[in-house]
């Protein structure tokens, strides 16, 4: 059968991270950009449909009260105050006169005289075409207010330009109510042009001006963004250099097993990326893997060191580590799935390990994975008390374990990994 191990790269110094990576940060500011995006977009088009809107009835505001000026002066001299006391009733030719010229001279197209009993007096013009019908008009109120409105093209009518109806209040001398009232309808074929390039103006100057803000917000983002990522990079480099240094702690009590935190750290990596794992889960198997000892520091020293068999009471104590080495790292702000596979790396798949005696899947992946690497590095290792095997051996060891001591899928992809360098002509 063939059997695997690069023993090169199980020596290899493993390259933690101990925090989130680049491309996860990469893709929350692609997100942060296309939902600002987004909202900027729509924010500028509402705000800038709006302020349109604020634009054009300013303008049509100024333009009916040039249109009652006009219709006011043009009148004056031609249209008494007794035009509009009197009943309804066919209106003198002066009246008739006035009105004409002033349709003649300016583009109001229809125009129509109320008292202020809001009886018509009088009508000129012809109600202007693709519009709904003046005719039968309605009463107006006359209350001294000047007012317009824009009135558009009649559905299923040709298109035609929007036209501007004003109603303007005529005073008397005297007099503190309106005696009258002139309706006009104006035509706006002058005006409507340059309105509607102002409003596409205004919009489209708003819908800018929002994305430049947002451009310069996206540039502060994103500087803000590039800082946290090398402050967090010289957090990580700090993680990193204080749990190399707790391990090389560890290691020093016990020179026989010296970089045996580094080499199990290897081989997992290795095991965990042919078993598949993502990328978040061969980081988190890499860093349990380099910390899976790390309780070791509250062992006593002459029980890493003896030489021979372990009594009972102090296997007991021994295999207490990986509670003491939860317990260490239960206040570090690293991920609980490392913390638990730190906690659960002795555990066996039959459900006789320690500490809690889990079995098969409830045991956590990254805890079954380390448990693989630990084992072979542990067999291929001069201990105190016996003598290295030869990776051979070591490699077929574990395999007869698989189903009992270890997961069989992670077995199975650490003879895969094995497999590349050490060929075994025969197993057990």
């Known amino acids: 059968m063939v059997v695997p191990i690069d023993r090169a790269q199980i020596a290899a110094e493993p390259q933690l991270t101990g925090g989130g990576t680049p491309g996860s940060r990469a893709t929350l500011l692609r997100r942060f950009t296309f939902v600002t995006l987004g909202t900027s977009l729509v924010v500028g088009v509402l705000f800038g449909t709006i302020l349109a809107r604020v634009v054009e009835g300013f303008a049509l505001r100024q333009e009916a009260r040039a249109v009652a000026e006009r219709v006011l002066e043009t009148t004056a001299s031609g249209v008494a105050v007794q035009h509009f006391l009197a009943s309804p009733r066919p209106a003198p030719s002066q009246v008739r006169s006035v009105l004409q010229d002033l349709l003649d001279r300016t583009h109001i197209l229809h125009i129509t005289v109320w008292n202020a009993r809001g009886e018509m007096v009088h009508r000129a013009g012809a109600s202007p075409a693709g519009t709904a019908a003046i005719d039968p008009p309605a009463p107006r109120p006359v209350d001294g207010r000047l007012r317009w409105k824009l009135r558009r093209a009649a559905p299923g009518s040709a298109p035609s330009p929007p036209l501007l109806e004003v109603d303007i209040p005529v005073m008397a001398a005297g007099v503190a109510q309106p005696v009258g009232l002139y309706q006009v309808v104006v035509d706006l074929n002058d005006l409507a042009p340059a309105l509607g390039r102002l409003i596409v103006s205004v919009q489209l100057s708003v819908v800018l001006g929002v994305l430049i803000l947002y451009a310069v ?174 990776p051979a051996e070591a490699a077929a060891e574990i395999a007869r374990s698989a189903g009992s001591h270890f997961d069989p899928k992670v077995v199975e992809a650490a003879l895969r990994v094995w497999n590349q360098t050490i060929v075994i002509d025969k197993l057990g």
């Open 217 to 390: 917000l996206f540039t502060i983002v994103r500087r803000a963004s590039h800082d946290l990522d090398r402050s967090e990079s010289a957090l990580r480099g700090a993680f990193v250099g204080i749990i190399r240094s707790l391990v090389n702690a560890l290691d020093a009590r016990d020179m026989a097993t010296a970089h045996h935190s580094s080499r199990v750290a290897a081989n997992a990596v290795a095991i965990a990326r042919a078993m598949g794992l993502s990328p978040a889960a061969l980081e988190e198997v890499q860093v349990a893997a380099f910390l899976h000892d790390i309780g070791k520091i509250g062992i006593p020293d002459e029980l890493l060191t003896k030489e021979g068999p372990l009594t009972v009471r102090e296997r007991q104590i021994i295999q207490r580590h990986t509670v003491y080495g939860y317990e260490i790292l239960d206040p570090v702000a690293i991920s609980p799935t490392i913390k638990m596979a730190v906690r659960h790396s002795h555990e066996r798949w039959d459900g006789r390990g320690y500490p809690q005696g889990l079995a098969g899947e409830a045991i956590p992946i990254a805890a079954r994975i380390v448990a693989v690497a630990d084992a072979f590095e542990a067999l291929t290792t001069d201990r105190p008390y016996r003598r290295a095997r030869p």
